[in-house]
């Protein structure tokens, strides 16, 4: 399985900031990447697919970029409500894998 | 608007069995596969199958092979993972996901299924 690493683990930020978290693949994945944010109790809610690609209705604040094995999210103008758990995941090969999460914490 | 609803918790015995329903609505439910998720306390996603509603052909992980079950009812738009011989580690929140372009778009709320003697 191709194994996906998050850096950091957590981080603390401030409102009106920006952020910005990366994701490394054990292998080439092109730009099968998505990422996810989650907030605690709550399920998971799709942000970014093909590493880049907004989902409906996501807000354009949230950005991603990389291709091949390193991919990056990006928050700007942090609000309370995007303090949450963020997860990426390949599905380039099956069986799709997360990484371990970045917390965003005030 | 796509809609992915699930069954509520439930707490069973080890040894036991549990089947945890997500109705699909909104959208032509045969035109997208549908991903399994879990989540143990506190822990990260770990993607568990997909199956096809077209013809209910199933993918596992190979760590959810052999006592999880995928299954459909296209005439409810109803997917279920049936988990069997339950351990009290597979006390997790599971949720089910619409597969769209490869990744997925929407999640059901989750079912939480706790493992207890």
């Known amino acids: 399985d191709i194994q996906m690493t998050q850096s950091p683990s957590s981080l603390s930020a401030s409102v009106g900031g920006r952020v910005t978290i990366t994701c490394r693949a054990s292998q080439v994945i092109g730009t099968d990447l998505a990422w996810f944010q989650q907030k605690p109790g709550k399920a998971p809610k799709s942000l970014i697919y093909?590493?880049?690609t907004l989902q409906r209705g996501v807000p354009s604040k949230f950005s991603g970029s990389g291709s091949g094995t390193d991919f990056t999210l990006t928050i700007s103008s942090l609000q309370p409500e995007d303090f949450a758990t963020y997860y990426c995941?390949?599905?380039?090969?099956?069986?799709?894998?997360f990484g371990q999460g970045t917390k965003l914490e005030i | 608007q796509v809609q992915l609803v699930q069954s509520g918790a439930e707490v069973k015995k080890p040894g036991a069995s549990v089947k945890v329903s997500c109705k699909a609505t909104g959208y032509i439910f045969t035109n997208h596969y549908f991903h399994w998720v879990r989540q143990a306390p506190g822990q990260g996603l770990d993607f568990m199958g997909i199956?096809?509603?077209?013809?209910?052909?199933?993918t596992y992980a190979q760590k959810f092979q052999g006592r999880f079950t995928m299954t459909r009812d296209t005439s409810t738009t109803t997917i279920y993972m049936e988990v069997s011989s339950l351990r009290s580690e597979d006390t997790a929140v599971y949720y089910c996901a619409r597969e769209y372009d490869g990744s997925v778009d929407y999640w059901g709320q989750g079912t939480l299924v706790t493992v207890s003697s």
């Open positions: 199956i096809n509603p077209n013809d209910g052909s199933t």
């Open positions: 093909a590493a880049s």
């Open positions: 995941q390949q599905y380039n090969n099956f069986p799709p894998t």
